[in-house]
């Protein structure tokens, strides 16, 4: 017996999420849950506007082409799927295989808004290397600058993580560079994407000797993955990317080619981070993950994030929207 229902979340998002110069004022998504025989999975769609190719309408009918040939007992791949469509079944389909590795860590770099206090408090929970991560180029470059000498001045074991997201011009780099102080700069384990350019990006790490990582030209067509001098790692966004065997091969030739892979969210639900998290863990446990965004959201959803404190909302709150059986 193989039956599939598809459900429908809609969580408001904290006011200050802006994506893209967009507000995100709530998080649409898509909640598969597979019964095979006495086995289920669950699995999270949920494309991310200004990210993903596909809207939440388009997953949303492909999502329900796919589970009805699933459930008519046809063997399916996910070639020509949309990648937030593909993770989400393959999720779904891995768990409900015994596939699927569970989290037992729960484990995401810090993103952290400048105050060290809070920071400090963040990171005594974390095992291990203590490292947060800080978006930059979202003000001047000096704000920027000061900030990172400011918390690595004070936390004298912190390591960071910068993301620019392409915000910098060469000269606004070279103006990060400047204001920043050179003793810290070894505790800087990478920038993502600091210019708009690729070779803006290249030319900044070989300026400034702090390691770049590749997110957003990972996905541009044309990307090839080589290590090239300065380039420390890739983060791979699962939901952006595709379906779960997919995201284990990019994973593995990101550290075939020598680099370091970083699992980041979409800003999925609890229930897309967890998973997130499990896969973490099991596939680039030298990298912890970039998964500190559920606090974006209102509410968490089906399964929870043990240090949360946000109401879950059951499958009971969600509007079911589709069921097919064999
Ligand atoms: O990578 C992380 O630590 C958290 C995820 C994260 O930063 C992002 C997720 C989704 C959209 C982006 O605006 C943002 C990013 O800039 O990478
Ligand atoms: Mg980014």
Redesign the pocket.
């Known amino acids: 017996m193989r039956r599939a229902r598809l459900y429908r979340y809609q969580v408001p998002m904290d006011a200050g999420v802006v994506?893209r110069n967009q507000r995100l004022k709530s998080r649409i998504g898509l909640v598969v849950h597979l019964e095979q025989d006495d086995r289920t999975g669950e699995g999270e769609i949920a494309p991310?506007p200004g990210?993903s190719l596909e809207s939440i309408d388009q997953a949303e009918s492909i999502a329900r082409l796919w589970l009805t040939q699933w459930a008519g007992g046809n063997e399916m791949s996910f070639d020509g799927v949309p990648p937030s469509v593909a993770f989400g079944l393959s999720c779904a389909l891995a768990e409900s295989d015994g596939r699927m590795p569970m989290s037992s860590c729960w484990q995401s770099?810090p993103?952290c808004t400048g105050d060290p206090d809070l920071l400090f408090d963040q990171l005594s929970c974390l095992p291990g290397r203590k490292i947060a991560?800080i978006k930059v180029g979202l003000y001047e470059p000096i704000r920027d600058s000061l900030l990172v000498n400011t918390l690595l001045e004070a936390l004298d074991d912190l390591h960071l993580r910068l993301?620019a997201?392409r915000a910098w011009t060469p000269d606004k780099a070279a103006s990060f560079l400047r204001w920043l102080n050179p003793a810290v700069i070894d505790r800087i384990d990478f920038i993502?994407e600091p210019c708009g350019l690729p070779t803006q990006s290249l030319a900044f790490a070989a300026q400034s000797g702090i390691p770049i990582a590749w997110?957003e030209s990972s996905r541009e067509p044309g990307f090839t993955l080589e290590a090239l001098p300065g380039v420390a790692a890739v983060?791979i966004?699962p939901t952006l990317t595709g379906s779960l065997a997919y995201c284990q091969q990019r994973i593995a030739g990101v550290h075939q080619a020598g680099m370091l892979a970083v699992v980041?969210?979409?800003?999925e639900s609890s229930l897309g981070l967890g998973q997130l998290s499990g896969l973490a863990q099991q596939l680039t446990p030298d990298a912890p993950p970039?998964?500190?965004?559920l606090s974006l959201m209102q509410a968490q959803v089906v399964r929870p994030w043990p240090a949360s404190t946000l109401p879950l909302l059951d499958y009971a709150d969600l509007s079911l929207i589709g069921v097919v059986e064999s």
Do not use: Y
Not at 290 to 293: K, P, Q, S
């Open positions: 994506l991310l990210f770099v993103l991560k993301d997201n993502e997110d983060i966004k980041s969210s979409a800003l970039g998964l500190d965004t």
